[in-house]
């Protein structure tokens, strides 16, 4: 399907996840801010203009990933003009090279900040290990008058995705901290990193478990190279091992009616595991079986609200929803707007 064609939040049948417009605006204030052609480049990357106008939009992995190559080419720079020096075109496929040859998760690790801090001026981004916990910490130094939020989410976004790529499996955070004051849109934090977040400390980072640095690096060329031929729509929303249970998981549950979606026993009994075991693999893809159906559930409701013609109570049956008031509590914590609210505002994005 080509690029050209204008996305709003998913297309029907689409099995990845989602992504908040504010990405797709920070990406772009770069380009703006040069005077340069932004509309050449939504275009080139899928999404319509319009949904910029709606804060609460979302967009694809796959059409967010567009952008953020298409920025990259029109600025020869793979961080938004977020440095003073240009994080050139080039560069993150580089790394990837390179830290294949590391023999441990750590040493991948260490490589991959030096790297980082040799390509950039403005941030330093540092491993600190304290006993059973490990953190990636980004200070970034006092050019700015304010810190570069979007500067500190794109490199975090690259460097615990190119992590959890390194070692096949999803690494879970256990706390984020981040070196500025609360956004508005704090939420999508809590998909992105974790549930624990910290804001105004002195710097950002992300704190998971000592134990994972021991993990062995397990790609190579090869997979490299497929790796970076999807890349970054494979880091957006966190790294997404195809094999992995989370995603058996939400395939099953997408094929399935969602009247007919079994509990988290039978789910267990149906792939021949126990609950137990079931949980701790899930937990090591940094995942639980409850969230994986809340954001599945809320991508096909912004599914069914752009791209059908059923009621809102229909789509609330349809996702199971006992009352039409509970899947409005829930969508509006998902976006920030009621359905009828999100509908409206997708229908006059798609209006000649």
């Known amino acids: 399907m080509s690029l050209l064609r204008l996305c709003v939040a998913l297309k029907p049948g689409m099995e990845k996840g989602s992504i908040s417009i504010y990405f ?48 990259a080419r029109c600025l020869d720079d793979e961080l938004f003009g977020q440095d003073e020096r240009r994080m050139k075109v080039g560069s993150f496929a580089m790394m990837c090279r390179t830290l294949i040859h590391c023999p441990t998760l750590k040493s991948a690790l260490v490589c991959m900040l030096r790297f980082f801090n040799l390509l950039l001026d403005d941030y330093h981004s540092t491993l600190v290990t304290d006993g059973r916990t490990s953190r990636i910490v980004i200070e970034e130094r ?74 062995p690096v397990i790609q190579n060329a090869q997979t490299a190279t497929e790796f970076l031929r999807i890349a970054p729509a494979n880091i957006v929303l966190k790294y997404k091992n195809t094999a992995s249970f989370s995603v058996k998981i939400r395939r099953r549950l997408r094929a399935t009616a969602r009247t007919e979606w079994s ?10 595991m126990t609950q137990s075991t079931l ?39 349809d996702l199971g929803f006992a009352e039409p008031s509970a899947f409005h509590r829930a969508f509006k914590k998902w976006t920030g707007a009621s359905p009828g609210e999100y509908r409206q505002r997708m229908d006059a994005v798609k209006a000649p």
């Open 24 to 71: 797709v605006q920070s990406a772009l204030r770069s380009v703006q801010d040069r005077g340069l052609d932004t509309a050449a480049i939504l275009m080139e990357a899928g999404i319509a203009p319009a949904l910029l106008q709606s804060s609460q939009a979302r967009v694809s992995a796959s059409h967010y990933s567009a952008l953020w190559l298409a920025v």
């Open 142 to 215: 006092a050019r700015a008058q304010k810190p570069r939020i979007f500067g500190h989410e794109t490199l975090l976004m690259m460097q615990h995705g190119l992590a959890c790529w390194l070692v096949g499996r999803r690494i879970p955070v256990l706390s984020a901290s981040f070196a500025y004051p609360e956004p508005i849109y704090s939420a999508e934090y809590r998909a992105m990193y974790a549930m624990q977040l910290h804001f105004d400390e002195s710097a950002t980072s992300l704190t998971f478990d000592t134990a994972y640095l021991a993990l």
């Open 263 to 272: 509990d988290f026993e039978a789910f267990a009994t149906g792939l021949n």
């Open 279 to 317: 949980r701790r693999r899930l937990e090591q893809e940094g995942q639980s079986f409850q969230s994986i159906k809340d954001q599945l559930r809320r991508d096909m409701a912004i599914e069914y609200l752009c791209h059908s013609s059923k009621s809102v109570m229909e789509i609330a049956v």
